[in-house]
């Protein structure tokens, strides 16, 4: 028992961590959902990829398909039911067992509660002991009515006298009484088949029953070889935790550090997302700024040439609005149209008046010649340097886990040497070895037993064959034989021999009927009642529940099954489960329960993930005071660009004054109505003169006005001046509230970084320490679930389970009821048989008188009195 100690033992050192392990791993689950309640929720552990576990490959399939004979067993199964249609008596067993655990004494038998189960295993025993009561009285009353037979026609009656009367229906007898005879004959025959049948399958079978012990024994042994490479395969899948480990160890800067900066982010990012905004609003500024320096000169150039040409053109046109010719009436209507529209001839825009822009432009200037951008970018580069600074931090810590994880591995490794599996194992594949070589060594002796037996078998059937060649011979003489013409007395040898023959059967029947229903009758009640209280609850697992029963076998222990196994009948472990487990080819461990014997959380908690290891990594510290988000050059630039006088512009005015038209009236509308005036006149120097002019002011809109258009709209990157103001006006507005907020928001996240930043490492420090106790987590349950179903999978022991049922009640007690079955159903048969061949035989025998007819005496008609030897007297009729 020592070897299976020592299996039982490696087998358990897998498990998972313990009870402990759990709880404290509970109340860390706890906080860490507090946390990220608050914040969010920790990255998802990675699954690892532990492999399969080796295989066994199982050859026994323990499941029988009779074939054809499987038709005979369910009839006897049906009889069965009939004979003893009441559930199985779990209850009645159960207290059978408990209150006669002691012994069995005949005064115990007094108490009435024995009594009563008496009386309860009578009435569930009913039918079998009716059968069996009607089997006894058959065996004894068969011999005895036999030999009272034999006397009673030895003094010539019972049909013992050589007499046959005539009567009208002879013929019609005969055959009634031939064909029952050969009707019972056939079904003998039936019986006799059935039997044989039956006897015959029982030496098929056990030669399926070696190859069922050879799978099976070869299952036994593939089950040992195989569980120490399964046990070193998991003891070796603890590298791919550690390895996964290490390389989030390895990582731990852009994990942990990418973690922080990921909690971070969200206030330290926008603040400085808003000052590289404002360094492009500085860019954007200078731009429009010049923009507007460019264009207002420009238009103020414009303007002026403009403002002299239309002068000049309005003061020629009004001099020549004086001449002479205009006076006349039908032309003075015209000119005065013209000369009231001279005031249109003027500028619209006034530019001169607006404020210049080159004092602000000058301060911009000088405000860009720090960049700006280059200091908020040296921010994101010392913000970004996070998981680089937390490795240079943790770079001791590192080294000390990895060689703790080192350590750890060799600990387990050393664990799983400590026992001897591999010479446990070998001993056990020693002993199966010598357990079936003892076995097959018995097969010569199983094949002579089955063989004496089979002989046997066929000797009790050679019984009935022996009756039914009587019968056959005797029908088949006596039909052959038979002459309608032949009087009783003068029947031919042949027709004699065959009502011998029948008689022949009838003795031997009476001799050999009462034994073969004796071991029928034996046969029965043994094989009936081994099949409805052991084969049939085997089969669907009422047996085990009796078993299983608490208490059964002792007021003090609990569970049977545990207690012959491990001395301890309080661990809830059951026949059932363990074959339920074993069936479904689940490990073990599982199976046994070992775990309520063997537990190995404490080493584990010692050893996978264990005090010192959760020391090193809670003294994990990250500081970040070293991170600058904007330098002091940047603040002032930023207070430098909102003191820049930018915000004083009066945009307003700008925008005004470019919103209007550049004249008081289009030119080219103007002069082409001047020309639709000068057809009006008559032809002459007038009409010319106006022409003329109309000319010149379009020459003065192309000079001028198109110029001054052109600036408005395509000034520096063809930028409207329009555009340039209101972009001016957006910057500016507000523009010192708009610095402050940025240095309060790089203010707020420097603090939250310099002050706040030990919280956020002990959270996200929390959840990737969670992260790596996930894998080792993953190691452990992997572990526990590969022992609960892959590590040790005890198929073979329900195999051998059902092996047994398959051999003892499908092989052997099938065959052997259905063998009571036929040959029982011969012995009834056998007597309508033995009357049958009573009354045929008397129709074939030659008779040693017969009847006689002669006249009467006393009639004047002929009547036919039948005699022996001499005529009636009439006192016989």
Same mark, same amino acid.
């Given at each position: 028992?020592?070897?299976?100690?020592?299996?039982?033992?490696?087998?358990?050192?897998?498990?998972?961590?313990?009870?402990?392990?759990?709880?404290?791993?509970?109340?860390?689950?706890?906080?860490?959902?507090?946390?990220?309640?608050?914040?969010?929720?920790?990255?998802?552990?990675?699954?690892?990829?532990?492999?399969?576990?080796?295989?066994?490959?199982?050859?026994?399939?323990?499941?029988?398909?009779?074939?054809?004979?499987?038709?005979?067993?369910?009839?006897?199964?049906?009889?069965?039911?009939?004979?003893?249609?009441?559930?199985?008596?779990?209850?009645?067993?159960?207290?059978?067992?408990?209150?006669?655990?002691?012994?069995?004494?005949?005064?115990?038998?007094?108490?009435?509660?024995?009594?009563?189960?008496?009386?309860?295993?009578?009435?569930?025993?009913?039918?079998?002991?009716?059968?069996?009561?009607?089997?006894?009285?058959?065996?004894?009353?068969?011999?005895?009515?036999?030999?009272?037979?034999?006397?009673?026609?030895?003094?010539?009656?019972?049909?013992?006298?050589?007499?046959?009367?005539?009567?009208?229906?002879?013929?019609?007898?005969?055959?009634?009484?031939?064909?029952?005879?050969?009707?019972?004959?056939?079904?003998?025959?039936?019986?006799?088949?059935?039997?044989?049948?039956?006897?015959?399958?029982?030496?098929?079978?056990?030669?399926?029953?070696?190859?069922?012990?050879?799978?099976?024994?070869?299952?036994?042994?593939?089950?040992?070889?195989?569980?120490?490479?399964?046990?070193?395969?998991?003891?070796?899948?603890?590298?791919?935790?550690?390895?996964?480990?290490?390389?989030?160890?390895?990582?731990?800067?852009?994990?942990?550090?990418?973690?922080?900066?990921?909690?971070?982010?969200?206030?330290?990012?926008?603040?400085?997302?808003?000052?590289?905004?404002?360094?492009?609003?500085?860019?954007?500024?200078?731009?429009?700024?010049?923009?507007?320096?460019?264009?207002?000169?420009?238009?103020?150039?414009?303007?002026?040439?403009?403002?002299?040409?239309?002068?000049?053109?309005? /003061?020629?046109?009004?001099?020549?609005?004086?001449?002479?010719?205009?006076?006349?009436?039908?032309?003075?209507?015209?000119?005065?149209?013209?000369?009231?529209?001279?005031?249109?001839?003027?500028?619209?825009?006034?530019?001169?008046?607006?404020?210049? =822009?080159?004092?602000?432009?000058?301060? =911009?200037?000088?405000?860009?010649?720090?960049?700006?951008?280059?200091?908020?970018?040296?921010?994101?580069?010392?913000?970004?340097?996070?998981?680089?600074?937390?490795?240079?931090?943790?770079?001791?810590?590192?080294?000390?886990?990895?060689?703790?994880?080192?350590?750890?591995?060799?600990?387990?490794?050393?664990?799983?040497?400590?026992?001897?599996?591999?010479?446990?194992?070998?001993?056990?594949?020693?002993?199966?070895?010598?357990?079936?070589?003892?076995?097959?060594?018995?097969?010569?002796?199983?094949?002579?037993?089955?063989?004496?037996?089979?002989?046997?078998?066929?000797?009790?059937?050679?019984?009935?064959?022996?009756?039914?060649?009587?019968?056959?011979?005797?029908?088949?003489?006596?039909?052959?034989?038979?002459?309608?013409?032949?009087?009783?007395?003068?029947?031919?040898?042949?027709?004699?021999?065959?009502?011998?023959?029948?008689?022949?059967?009838?003795?031997?029947?009476?001799?050999?009927?009462?034994?073969?229903?004796?071991?029928?009758?034996?046969?029965?009640? =043994?094989?009936?009642?081994?099949?409805?209280?052991?084969?049939?609850?085997?089969?669907?697992?009422?047996?085990?529940?009796?078993?299983?029963?608490?208490?059964?076998?002792?007021?003090?222990?609990?569970?049977?099954?545990?207690?012959?196994?491990?001395?301890?009948?309080?661990?809830?472990?059951?026949?059932?489960?363990?074959?339920?487990?074993?069936?479904?080819?689940?490990?073990?461990?599982?199976?046994?329960?070992?775990?309520?014997?063997?537990?190995?959380?404490?080493?584990?908690?010692?050893?996978?993930?264990?005090?010192?290891?959760?020391?090193?990594?809670?003294?994990?510290?990250?500081?970040?005071?070293?991170?600058?988000?904007?330098?002091?050059?940047?603040?002032?630039?930023?207070?430098?660009?909102?003191?820049?006088?930018?915000?004083?512009?009066?945009?307003?005015?700008?925008?005004?004054? =470019?919103?209007?038209?550049?004249?008081?009236?289009?030119?080219?509308?103007?002069?082409?109505?001047?020309?639709?005036?000068?057809?009006?006149?008559?032809?002459?120097?007038?009409?010319?003169?106006?022409?003329?002019?109309?000319?010149?002011?379009?020459?003065?809109?192309?000079?001028?006005?198109?110029?001054?258009?052109?600036?408005?709209?395509?000034?520096?990157?063809?930028?409207?001046?329009?555009?340039?103001?209101?972009?001016?006006?957006?910057?500016?507005?507000?523009?010192?509230?708009?610095?402050?907020?940025?240095?309060?928001?790089?203010?707020?996240?420097?603090?939250?970084?310099?002050?706040?930043?030990?919280?956020?490492?002990?959270?996200?420090?929390?959840?990737?320490?969670?992260?790596?106790?996930?894998?080792?987590?993953?190691?452990?349950?992997?572990?526990?679930?590969?022992?609960?179903?892959?590590?040790?999978?005890?198929?073979?022991?329900?195999?051998?389970?059902?092996?047994?049922?398959?051999?003892?009640?499908?092989?052997?007690?099938?065959?052997?009821?259905?063998?009571?079955?036929?040959?029982?159903?011969?012995?009834?048969?056998?007597?309508?048989?033995?009357?049958?061949?009573?009354?045929?035989?008397?129709?074939?025998?030659?008779?040693?008188?017969?009847?006689?007819?002669?006249?009467?005496?006393?009639?004047?008609?002929?009547?036919?009195?039948?005699? /022996?030897?001499?005529?009636?007297?009439?006192?016989?009729?």
């Amino acid at each position: 028992m020592l070897w299976t100690r020592w299996l039982v033992l490696l087998l358990c050192w897998g498990a998972t961590g313990g009870e402990q392990q759990a709880d404290d791993r509970e109340g860390f689950a706890l906080e860490s959902r507090a946390d990220s309640r608050r914040q969010r929720s920790p990255p998802p552990v990675e699954p690892l990829d532990f492999g399969f576990v080796p295989s066994s490959v199982y050859d026994t399939h323990a499941y029988y398909e009779p074939g054809a004979v499987g038709i005979l067993f369910h009839m006897v199964h049906a009889f069965l039911y009939v004979v003893q249609p009441n559930h199985f008596p779990k209850d009645l067993i159960v207290r059978v067992i408990q209150q006669n655990m002691g012994g069995i004494k005949i005064e115990e038998w007094r108490k009435p509660e024995n009594v009563v189960l008496l009386l309860q295993w009578i009435y569930y025993e009913a039918g079998f002991l009716i059968c069996g009561t009607i089997g006894i009285l058959f065996v004894v009353l068969t011999p005895i009515i036999g030999m009272c037979f034999c006397v009673c026609r030895c003094c010539e009656n019972c049909g013992g006298e050589m007499h046959q009367r005539q009567r009208k229906n002879f013929d019609c007898q005969r055959g009634f009484y031939t064909a029952s005879l050969i009707a019972t004959s056939i079904f003998i025959v039936v019986g006799v088949l059935i039997a044989y049948a039956a006897n015959h399958n029982v030496s098929l079978q056990i030669k399926s029953t070696r190859r069922l012990i050879n799978t099976n024994m070869r299952d036994m042994k593939t089950f040992a070889n195989n569980t120490p490479a399964q046990i070193d395969y998991l003891t070796a899948q603890y590298t791919t935790a550690k390895n996964k480990v290490l390389s989030e160890l390895d990582n731990i800067g852009p994990l942990l550090g990418g973690r922080i900066h990921s909690h971070l982010e969200k206030e330290v990012v926008p603040s400085l997302d808003t000052a590289l905004r404002m360094a492009g609003a500085m860019r954007e500024t200078k731009e429009a700024l010049e923009n507007i320096s460019t264009s207002l000169e420009i238009l103020q150039e414009g303007t002026g040439k403009l403002q002299a040409s239309l002068s000049e053109e309005r /003061a020629s046109l009004s001099n020549t609005l004086s001449d002479p010719a205009c006076t006349n009436g039908a032309v003075s209507h015209t000119c005065n149209t013209i000369r009231s529209t001279l005031s249109q001839l003027g500028i619209n825009a006034d530019y001169s008046k607006l404020q210049d =822009v080159r004092h602000a432009l000058a301060n =911009v200037d000088t405000v860009l010649k720090t960049d700006l951008s280059n200091i908020v970018q040296k921010g994101y580069t010392s913000f970004n340097d996070t998981p680089k600074l937390v490795k240079e931090q943790t770079k001791n810590i590192v080294s000390g886990v990895k060689g703790m994880l080192d350590k750890i591995g060799m600990e387990i490794i050393g664990f799983s040497k400590m026992f001897p599996v591999e010479a446990s194992l070998a001993n056990f594949t020693i002993f199966l070895t010598d357990g079936q070589k003892n076995i097959e060594s018995f097969y010569p002796q199983i094949d002579q037993m089955d063989f004496y037996r089979w002989i046997g078998c066929v000797a009790v059937l050679c019984m009935v064959v022996l009756v039914l060649a009587f019968n056959v011979l005797g029908l088949l003489c006596g039909t052959c034989g038979y002459d309608k013409q032949a009087t009783p007395t003068t029947r031919g040898c042949l027709s004699n021999t065959g009502g011998n023959l029948l008689m022949a059967g009838v003795g031997f029947s009476f001799i050999f009927v009462w034994i073969l229903m004796g071991i029928v009758t034996t046969l029965f009640v =043994v094989g009936g009642n081994v099949e409805k209280l052991v084969c049939e609850p085997l089969a669907n697992r009422q047996l085990y529940k009796i078993i299983d029963t608490p208490y059964l076998v002792h007021p003090a222990k609990k569970n049977f099954l545990p207690g012959m196994l491990f001395q301890n009948p309080n661990i809830d472990l059951t026949l059932g489960s363990m074959y339920r487990d074993c069936y479904e080819n689940n490990g073990l461990y599982h199976a046994l329960q070992l775990e309520t014997m063997f537990n190995i959380n404490s080493f584990l908690n010692r050893t996978v993930y264990n005090r010192d290891l959760a020391k090193v990594f809670d003294s994990v510290q990250v500081d970040l005071q070293d991170i600058t988000l904007l330098e002091q050059a940047g603040r002032d630039n930023l207070i430098n660009f909102a003191n820049s006088g930018v915000g004083q512009i009066d945009y307003e005015a700008y925008l005004t004054e =470019v919103n209007k038209g550049v004249t008081v009236m289009d030119l080219l509308s103007f002069s082409t109505d001047l020309e639709a005036q000068a057809d009006q006149l008559p032809r002459g120097a007038l009409e010319n003169a106006l022409k003329g002019h109309a000319s010149s002011i379009r020459q003065i809109h192309r000079e001028h006005v198109v110029p001054i258009e052109q600036a408005m709209k395509y000034v520096r990157a063809r930028s409207s001046l329009s555009q340039s103001i209101k972009l001016l006006q957006r910057t500016s507005n507000d523009l010192p509230v708009k610095v402050t907020n940025i240095l309060s928001a790089i203010d707020a996240a420097e603090y939250l970084i310099t002050h706040n930043a030990s919280h956020v490492v002990k959270q996200e420090t929390k959840a990737y320490i969670q992260s790596l106790v996930g894998y080792f987590k993953q190691y452990t349950d992997w572990v526990k679930n590969s022992l609960s179903t892959e590590v040790a999978q005890c198929k073979p022991i329900s195999n051998i389970v059902d092996s047994m049922e398959i051999v003892a009640c499908s092989f052997i007690l099938d065959s052997v009821n259905t063998f009571w079955f036929g040959l029982g159903g011969c012995c009834i048969l056998l007597i309508p048989s033995i009357i049958f061949s009573i009354k045929l035989a008397k129709y074939y025998r030659r008779m040693d008188t017969e009847d006689v007819f002669e006249d009467s005496p006393y009639d004047d008609t002929l009547t036919r009195f039948p005699r /022996a030897s001499a005529p009636p007297s009439y006192s016989d009729w």
